[in-house]
């Protein structure tokens, strides 16, 4: 048997080896010009067109807590500033059952901030369960997305969310009992800010791109029959319960829990406007904790 699959993988190399190269002349020229590119790659197929995109009957989780203030500026962009000592972070854990861009789940962690003195959310970091969703934030907006498995859980009267990277490595937990109602004016919109970087693929070179974008932002809490709105706030706290070099998250500490919220969402992402480009250098190198130090 062994001699015959021998044989068999001489024969298969021997049939590529003699193929003959026909000499035709040269073929036409490439006609695709950039007038004919789409918004986004493969250039040819775009997986999704220009903003905006639509957003309707969204679940969300919400958890606003304290964090260290050390731990928070490590993180926040030169340009940005901490909004509140003790600084604020929040996470959130999305279910957008529609959108233009798909249907998929997410966790963002973000911190509030200030550019020039107006209130943010900058985005720490975002994890996403749809190919789409994840190109159509990192490609136009710099969302710093990865895949993760998201699960959402509604158990007696407990709303409960979790992220998985890798599957089976729990990273992110929010619970939340639901009391009160939400009232709309309660509902933050801060426009939201992302660090978006493209590597070079030079060797040795620094990114392409690397630059602060502002994108606004706006939740609509959408009203219940009885005109009042399909949120809820009460108990409720967010863990990070298994520490990960490679997915940092821990590293903004919960110190304490300031609210924990559920609500049904309407929202439009429109375009995003370049507030800041940074003059890129050599990118860091990671170390063995995940942490990121200045190339040598």
């Not at 010009?33 to 789409?38: E, H």
């Not at 959130?92 to 789940?105: N, Q, R």
């Not at 998201?150 to 089976?168: D, Q, V, Y």
């Given at each position: 048997?062994?001699?015959?699959?021998?044989?068999?993988?001489?024969?298969?190399?021997?049939?590529?080896?003699?193929?003959?190269?026909?000499?035709?002349?040269?073929?036409?020229?490439?006609?695709?010009?950039?007038?004919?590119?789409?918004?986004?790659?493969?250039?040819?197929?775009?997986?999704?067109?220009?903003?905006?995109?639509?957003?309707?009957?969204?679940?969300?989780?919400?958890?606003?807590?304290?964090t260290d203030d050390e731990a928070a500026a490590a993180v926040l962009p030169e340009g940005l500033t901490l909004a509140n000592?003790?600084?604020?972070?929040?996470?959130?854990?999305?279910?957008?059952?529609?959108?233009?861009?798909?249907?998929?789940?997410?966790?963002?962690?973000?911190?509030?901030?200030?550019?020039?003195?107006?209130?943010?959310?900058?985005c720490v970091g975002l994890l996403v369960t749809n190919e789409v969703g994840l190109i159509g934030g990192r490609e136009p907006y710099g969302f710093p997305k990865l895949f993760a498995n998201?699960?959402?859980?509604?158990?007696?009267?407990?709303?409960?969310?979790?992220?998985?990277?890798?599957?089976?490595k729990r990273i992110a937990t929010g619970v939340l009992r639901p009391r009160d109602i939400l009232k709309p004016e309660d509902v933050a919109s801060n426009p939201l800010v992302t660090l978006k970087v493209i590597p070079s693929p030079e060797e040795g070179a620094p990114p392409e791109v690397c630059e602060l974008v502002m994108t606004p932002i706006k939740f609509e809490l959408i009203t219940g029959s009885d005109?009042?709105?399909?949120?809820?706030?009460?108990?409720?706290?967010?863990?990070?319960?298994?520490?990960?070099?490679?997915?940092?998250?821990?590293?903004?500490?919960?110190?304490?829990?300031?609210?924990?919220?559920?609500?049904?969402?309407?929202?439009?992402?429109?375009?995003?406007?370049?507030?800041?480009?940074y003059t890129p250098i050599k990118p860091g190198v990671t170390d063995a904790m995940g942490i990121v130090h200045p190339a040598k």
């Open positions: 048997m062994k001699k015959i699959l021998v044989v068999a993988a001489l024969l298969t190399l021997a049939f590529f080896m003699v193929i003959p190269v026909i000499a035709t002349g040269e073929g036409l020229p490439g006609k695709l010009q950039p007038r004919n590119f789409g918004f986004s790659m493969p250039v040819t197929m775009p997986p999704f067109d220009a903003p905006p995109y639509y957003y309707r009957g969204i679940e969300m989780l919400a958890f606003i807590y304290e000592s003790p600084a604020v972070a929040q996470v959130l854990f999305p279910d957008f059952h529609f959108s233009t861009l798909g249907a998929y789940k997410e966790v963002i962690i973000g911190l509030n901030a200030l550019w020039k003195g107006q209130p943010v959310t900058y998201i699960e959402w859980s509604k158990e007696r009267n407990l709303i409960s969310a979790w992220a998985e990277r890798p599957t089976g005109g009042k709105g399909e949120g809820f706030v009460g108990p409720g706290n967010v863990t990070f319960d298994s520490p990960s070099a490679v997915d940092g998250y821990f590293r903004l500490p919960v110190k304490r829990m300031i609210a924990s919220s559920w609500g049904r969402y309407n929202f439009v992402l429109s375009y995003g406007k370049v507030i800041k480009r």
